[in-house]
């Protein structure tokens, strides 16, 4: 029983929601009212058929990549693809890793497409892409776990940052993850880039072998996961300080190439209470702690 | 691919993924779930449906959203709980849900929100008589200190677990298992903890508890005296004298007043520990995890000698612990020493009989928590109005459904037993501190009168039709329907 896409504004009135299947998106548009309107007008129009867009090719799309793989049809599809190749020939990748990413940057490209706006994000299960006009600015906020609603870290990107996309992975978020950080942020050109190398960075912060690490060949939770048998991130022990600095050190070794190889601008890292920022922008870019504010009930 | 696929995968059609899910595993969106083989939505906001108790059958999920029409004619025999409807984290304003309706001609509103308490806590009662450890020794789970022994009560022993001192004043990691702890507890799964110089436990809500590895099966019948009144006439001619070992008053049959009233006659019986009154000890061994919650596993080690000049050969011996669940028989040889013997058929009854008037020794869970804080402020503009409001009785608090219990005192200080809320009611944030549902639920003047978001108040008919995140779950039947119209000064329980 295929169920509907859900359009529909937040409760604040001020933001859009768009879900179907496993996709779930919260966007937000700044700008005249008008332009606003137009603007979620376009992105539920374009949302509709993203899903089974998607679903037309999902077998090549849970497919490795590798150099010869059959390049896809769909647009959406295609930026997938794309996001992934970098990876193809060192890493197990699928086009996949990208597709949260890729959403999100299409429905932002829609909504820019029909209408001027001074800003807007669409945010795709905390991988987001973002448009920002001339002297605009975000303050973004991360967060180290994502069934926990409290930052761990908050940094602002001005629209002189070549970054629109931003995207979160680890072993506690939706997808399965090889390595074990808690929380890696990658903050790349494009939201699809993000998404990738969100993925490839996370599954490389690990401890191989470590026996506090409980790993599950993703099959075995998902029949169908385009991870196949591959060991997946369960559960992680407490580690001693060493262990989770060597693991930091790994992811961190990795997000310091693929910021050298221009795939990413910048990433957080964090791993039991530690953290690691990979930032070659800090003008642009200023991480400070957030206060571990509460509202005591 | 469908060929490979174990019996127990099922296959999603609810979008175009079709996703494959195992047994106990939700799809792609974590929104479905395979559920003993049915396909569930799960994390749904969840409506205690008061039909269902009452014994309506039940209808699965799926196939009731087409036959919707019936339930909202009687709104009011639906009460929408907190579970699911988010927090007002980070002071969101108003609560997610005002949701009003009518019920006996009353406008009731209910307010529903999901509340993030760092201020919390569990008190666990532990029914078994066997020793846990000292009190105010800590708890642990995981090796992080998560609470402490409390208090000992009849038949039962206290736990403190949580509250703020653990989850947000000791270590990152402390508060972190501490936040675990409670969150597992609360959920009804069961939990390992270890208590300093005491008894390692695995403890679940509702579920009888496991000390040393060992299940309990029965709460005792009463202390060793207690028993022995209870059961002094049944053993009256068929036994010399018997001795009740409990590591709080052992009961000797012989020198107790129920024997005395009976003619039993002395014994020469001698008791190590500290007599009381005729026929009850006090600390006749350590305590422990053996016969009767002391540390011993042969019961002859609590008796001296039998006095030469009462004593007589062939005299019959019973002990017995307070739950019947160890025995032993023995008679004197020539030299006045006790030889164990087979237990005659005629005490075997009286044996049987203890542990028949023994109730099921559980574990129970009483989640306790204080929102006196900014939460209110979800509720109403004047937060101090809701709390007086409370008091007074005239609005009812409940969670997820379930009475909660007003502390008297100064602010809102609850507590609820976890196992009468619906299965799966809590959450946790990373502060640390655990989210749990909360329902304020109050006569529509009286929630304008303090302040209410009243703008934001929408009829729990409108709510229900939205569908999409709710889930019908049956209200406990001990639970009292939480929408009666509440009346001030009534009783809650």
């Known amino acids: 029983m295929r169920e509907p896409p859900i359009i529909r504004m937040l409760p604040d009135r001020r933001r859009l929601h768009l879900s179907d299947g496993p996709i779930d998106l919260i966007v937000e548009a700044r700008g005249i009212p008008q332009a606003v309107q137009c603007a979620y007008e376009a992105a539920a129009r374009r949302f509709i058929t993203v899903l089974d867009e998607l679903c037309a090719e999902l077998p090549l799309l849970r497919t490795r990549a590798s150099r010869g793989s059959p390049w896809p049809g769909g647009s959406i ?62 303050t973004v906020g991360m967060v180290e776990r994502p069934d926990r609603p409290s930052l761990f870290g908050s ?29 890696v942020t990658a903050l790349a050109e494009t939201a699809s880039k993000a998404d990738a190398a969100a993925t490839i960075i996370a599954n490389a912060v690990n401890l191989p072998g470590h026996a506090a690490i409980v790993r599950v060949p993703a099959c075995e939770i998902a029949p169908d996961s385009d991870l196949l048998d591959l060991p997946v991130t369960r559960g992680v022990g407490d580690l001693t300080r060493n262990e989770v600095s060597q693991a930091l050190d790994a992811g961190e070794g990795v997000a310091n190439e693929l910021q050298q190889m221009g795939l990413i601008c910048a990433a957080a890292l964090s791993l039991q209470g530690d953290a690691r920022v990979v930032s070659p922008l800090r003008p642009c870019l200023t991480f400070h702690d957030a206060p571990r504010s509460l509202v005591h009930a | ?13 609810a979008c175009p993924v079709l996703c494959y899910i195992k047994r106990g595993y939700t799809g792609a969106c974590d929104r479905y779930a395979n559920h003993d083989g049915q396909l569930v939505r799960v994390d749904p906001h969840l409506l205690l449906d008061r039909a269902k108790s009452q014994g309506t059958p039940l209808v699965p999920f799926l196939e009731r959203e087409g036959a919707w029409d019936g339930k909202l004619a009687k709104p009011a025999e639906t009460f929408l709980t907190a579970i699911g409807a988010g927090t007002t984290y980070p002071d969101y304003k108003p609560a997610p849900f005002i949701v009003s ?18 201020y919390c806590g569990v008190k666990l009662k532990i029914d078994t008589d066997r020793h846990l450890g000292p009190e105010r020794n800590f708890v642990r789970a995981q090796g992080e200190t998560v609470g402490h022994v409390t208090t000992a009560e009849y038949g039962s022993q206290m736990l403190s677990i949580g509250g703020v001192r653990h989850l947000t004043g000791g270590t990152k990691s402390e508060g972190r298992v501490t936040c675990e702890t409670l969150l597992d507890l609360c959920n009804g799964k069961e939990v390992e903890l270890t208590i300093d110089e005491g008894a390692a436990v695995r403890v679940a809500a509702g579920q009888p508890p496991v000390v040393n590895g060992r299940r309990e099966e029965r709460m005792r019948v009463g202390c060793g005296s207690a028993t022995i009144g209870m059961f002094a006439k049944q053993w009256f001619g068929k036994v010399d004298d018997v001795v009740v070992v409990d590591d709080h008053i052992t009961g000797v049959l012989s020198e107790h007043q129920a024997g005395k009233m009976l003619g039993v006659r ?17 600390q006749v061994a350590n305590p422990g995890t053996g016969w009767g919650g002391t540390d011993i596993s042969d019961p002859l080690a609590i008796l001296n000698p039998f006095k030469p000049k009462l004593a007589w050969p062939k005299l019959r011996l019973l002990m017995v612990s ?23 058929n005629a005490l075997e009854e009286s044996v049987f009989r203890i542990r028949e008037n023994c109730e099921p020794a559980l574990t129970t869970v009483l989640f306790m928590a204080g929102a006196g804080g900014s939460l209110r402020a979800g509720v109403t503009e004047n937060p101090v109005k809701l709390t007086d409001s409370v008091k007074h009785r005239i609005t009812r608090v409940t969670c997820g459904g379930a009475p909660a219990y007003i502390w008297p005192g100064g602010g809102i200080t609850f507590m609820v037993d976890v196992a009468r809320m619906p299965e799966n009611a809590f959450g946790y944030v990373p502060t640390p501190a655990l989210v749990a549902p909360i329902e304020f639920t109050l006569g529509k003047k009286d929630y304008a009168s303090l302040g209410g978001h009243m703008d934001n108040v929408r009829p729990l008919k409108e709510v229900l039709r939205e569908k999409k995140r709710q889930r019908e779950v049956a209200s406990s039947p001990e639970n009292p329907w939480p929408l009666r119209p509440p009346k001030p000064g009534g009783s809650e329980q």
């Open chain 1, 77 to 138: 599809a295609r930026v997938m693809a794309r996001a992934v190749a970098p990876y193809c020939t060192t890493c197990f990748i699928t086009p996949m890793a990208a597709v949260a990413g890729a959403v999100a940057e299409a429905v932002l490209a829609a909504m820019t497409a029909a209408v001027a706006l001074d800003r807007a994000y669409v945010n795709n299960g905390g991988d987001i892409a973002l448009h920002l006009a001339n002297g605009q600015r975000f």
């Open chain 2, 322 to 344: 307070t739950t019947g669940e160890q025995f032993a028989y023995y008679e004197l040889d020539e030299e006045l020493r006790p030889v164990e013997k087979d237990l005659p």
């Open chain 1, 155 to 183: 940094f602002e990107i001005s629209a002189a940052a070549p970054i629109r996309g931003i995207a979160t992975s680890g072993w506690r978020g939706r997808s399965f993850s090889l390595g074990i950080a808690d929380a």
């Open chain 2, 1 to 13: 691919m469908s060929e490979a696929m174990p019996a127990d995968t099922i296959r999603c059609d």
């Open chain 2, 266 to 282: 002395e014994t020469g019986i001698a008791i190590k520990g500290r007599r009381s009154t005729p026929g009850r000890y006090f």
């Open chain 2, 101 to 118: 309706s009518e019920v006996e001609g009353v406008d009731l509103i209910t307010v529903v929100t999901e509340g993030i308490f760092s």
